[in-house]
């Protein structure tokens, strides 16, 4: 049985989250008897209105949902969470019993993370979350080094010998730092690493520390309501910015 490591919260180990969403006790009970067994906490809900307030309480590390609830659809409850800052960034996987590919469309533009077909055995649905959680924490841990990173590169340093203030006003002039939608390298076509969905370039910064060393910054939208996120074309690495 595959398991996810406990998530870390401050210096205390947490164990994973998951709040599951159906109205057929029976689907509740299989799924939620699994997970228990690998070790995780989970949660239940059997309507969109139960679901959506155990979601903005708690803010379980996962949501796995029906399409078709009492109260509030799957999709309406994905929607109203992916508006809402505190639950944007969680993962929503669907189960679905519809193999139309117009519902997964329609799943998947509501922000849904990931779309699984019933019938779906436990082992497989606790696969694909882990895939989720793996390549979110990937992304985290990613986020904080590049900032770091960037914070290193924009600390001040001490101006050599005769340098001034004005020097370096004529520099950035010179090195033609700026904000455009027209950068001079096509931004690369990339999708959202939290709902895989295309992202929208929205703008670029050009810039760099002298002309021998140029970079381009691309920042992207996610067209579902994840996020900003940027591009960095020398790391060759994504990270979310907002």
């Not at 998530?7 to 699994?34: C, H, K, P, W």
């Not at 090195?175 to 076509?189: E, G, L, S, Y």
Request: charged content about 30%; hydrophobic content about 35%; overall charge positive.
């Amino acid at each position: 049985m595959s398991t996810v490591p406990a998530r870390t919260g401050g210096e205390v180990d947490r164990r994973i989250v998951a709040l599951l969403v159906d109205r057929d006790n029976d689907t509740l009970e299989m799924y939620s008897e699994f997970l228990r067994r690998a070790g995780w906490d989970v949660d239940e809900a059997r309507d969109g209105r139960e679901a959506l307030a155990k979601a903005i309480a708690g803010r379980p590390d996962v949501i796995v949902t029906a399409t078709r609830l009492p109260g509030i659809s799957g999709l309406d409850l994905c929607k109203v969470l992916r508006r809402d800052p505190t639950t944007a960034r969680i993962p929503v996987l669907f189960l679905t019993g519809n193999a139309l590919e117009t519902d997964t469309r329609k799943a998947m533009a509501a922000g849904a993370s990931r779309v699984l077909i019933k019938p779906c055995l436990p082992d497989r649905l606790m696969s694909e979350i882990n895939q989720l959680l793996i390549a979110l924490r990937e992304l985290r841990d990613e986020t904080e080094a590049l900032r770091a990173e960037t914070l290193a590169e924009l600390k001040p340093r001490p101006l050599r010998a005769g340098a001034t203030r004005e020097r370096h006003v004529m520099l950035n002039h010179v090195h033609h730092r700026q904000m455009t939608t027209d950068p001079p390298v096509t931004p690369p076509a990339l999708v959202c690493p939290m709902c895989f969905q295309p992202l929208r370039h929205v703008k670029s910064y050009v810039g760099g520390v002298s002309a021998r060393h140029p970079e381009q910054w691309d920042y992207f939208e996610c067209q579902t309501g994840c996020g900003t996120f940027q591009y960095r074309h020398r790391t060759r690495k994504l990270r979310q910015v907002d």
